[in-house]
């Protein structure tokens, strides 16, 4: 799959029908020296347009690959602190820090064709063994800290999350709804039984084939490499 640019944009829209945050583009602490563009979701920018927003409820539309994952998380403690009603609007994809920007919501929702994109903490590195476990040691506890935060709207048991994390999940509306990620229509009277019914439907089949997948990857590695099972033959 290939991930086109997203125009980058970090802008509070005041019109008739209500305050509109976008947060389109790459997830920056700051500005990297690498980065041409003068957009970019950050956590000031995002201070600075709650601020001019003054509690007043707000939609918060998401079109993001993710970045940086502090950033991510300080976009989304930012948001859960505010006065007035966040609903997130995700037009497009919030994948990695953009997924954990949009458990912010008061009322998520999602545009036709949209996902949600969930996964364990990842970086770039080198350096001696030392470092290198260290590295990964501090991943684990970056991946707990987002698991929590995913937990707060999961419905389900937290080795479950992990499955989907495990997995790199791409998940549609209809699924995010079920998992409990994002909010559906309020169904009509006379429909709440059924509806629940489906939504646990999609949720014990999607949470079965994370979980199976994830099974099968650590009997793979559990089997070692090829030359070393000759070897030890």
């Known amino acids: 799959m290939v991930n086109k640019a997203i125009k980058p944009r970090c802008e509070l829209v005041n019109n008739e029908v209500a305050n509109e945050l976008f947060l389109y583009g790459p997830v920056f602490s700051g500005k990297d ?21 003054d509690g007043k409820d707000i939609v918060v539309r998401i079109n993001t690959n993710g970045g940086d994952v502090f950033a991510g998380i300080s976009i989304y403690n930012t948001l859960k602190d505010y006065k007035g009603k966040i609903t997130v609007k995700v037009d497009g994809i919030a994948a990695s820090a953009g997924s954990v ?29 030392d470092e290198l476990r260290k590295a990964a ?24 999350l992990k499955s ?46 994370y979980m199976a997948k994830r099974n099968e990857s650590r009997q793979e590695a559990s089997k070692g490499s090829f030359f070393m099972n000759k070897f030890n033959k």
């Open 33 to 53: 020296w690498w980065y041409d563009e003068d957009e970019y979701i950050c956590p000031q920018n995002v201070a600075s347009a709650l601020k001019e927003a």
């Open 137 to 160: 040691d501090d991943l684990d506890k970056i991946s707990d800290s987002i698991t929590e935060i995913y937990m707060t709207r999961f419905k389900g048991e937290k080795d479950e």
């Open 101 to 129: 920007i949009a458990m912010a919501a008061d009322e998520l929702k999602m545009g036709v064709g949209a996902m949600l994109m969930i996964h364990n903490a990842w970086t770039f590195t080198y350096g001696n063994a």
């Open 164 to 209: 989907l994390l495990d997995a790199e999940s791409y998940l549609t509306s209809e699924e995010s709804i079920a998992l409990g990620l994002a909010d559906g229509e309020e169904p009509e009277e006379g429909e709440s039984d059924n509806n629940e019914k489906n939504k646990q439907d999609v949720k014990s089949s999607i949470v079965a084939k």
